[in-house]
């Protein structure tokens, strides 16, 4: 059974960073892509960031491209998302996702992902 566990989210300053971590067990870590997304409250999940399989190739959304970096560590099973120069619209929880189907490049679709995380909440204030 697939389990991810997302931690490292709290509550910081604009202009602060964080680093959140994706830990995932029960498949080998290393054949699949992963992406993640956040949800802040009344408005729907939205794309993040992505990685494909190898971690040789990642994508991000217009709103955190330049602050946020996605990676993979396939010896720690464990997918990051550095977060920096964080603003107040960044605020919300956040999820980490990983497909069913090996290979393949990023995909910022949530409905490519079929592995979520219960979710780290990120806020930051003023």
């Known amino acids: 059974q697939v389990q991810l566990v997302e931690s490292g989210g709290g509550l910081v300053q604009a202009g602060d960073s964080l680093r959140l971590s994706c830990a995932a067990s029960?498949?080998?870590?290393?054949?699949?892509?992963m992406g993640w997304f956040r949800q802040a409250p009344d408005k729907e999940r939205e794309f993040v960031a992505a990685v494909n399989w190898s971690g040789s190739s990642t994508n991000y959304a217009d709103s955190v491209k330049g602050r946020f970096t996605t990676s993979k560590s396939n010896a720690k099973n464990t997918l990051y998302l550095q977060m920096n120069s964080l603003k107040p619209e960044d605020t919300a929880t956040y999820y980490c996702?990983?497909?069913?189907?090996?290979?393949?490049?990023?995909?910022?679709?949530?409905?490519?992902?079929?592995?979520w995380g219960q979710g780290t909440q990120v806020t930051v204030s003023s």
């Open positions: 996702a990983m497909r069913r189907l090996p290979g393949g490049s990023t995909y910022s679709n949530p409905r490519s992902y079929d592995y």
């Open positions: 029960g498949r080998p870590f290393s054949n699949y892509p």
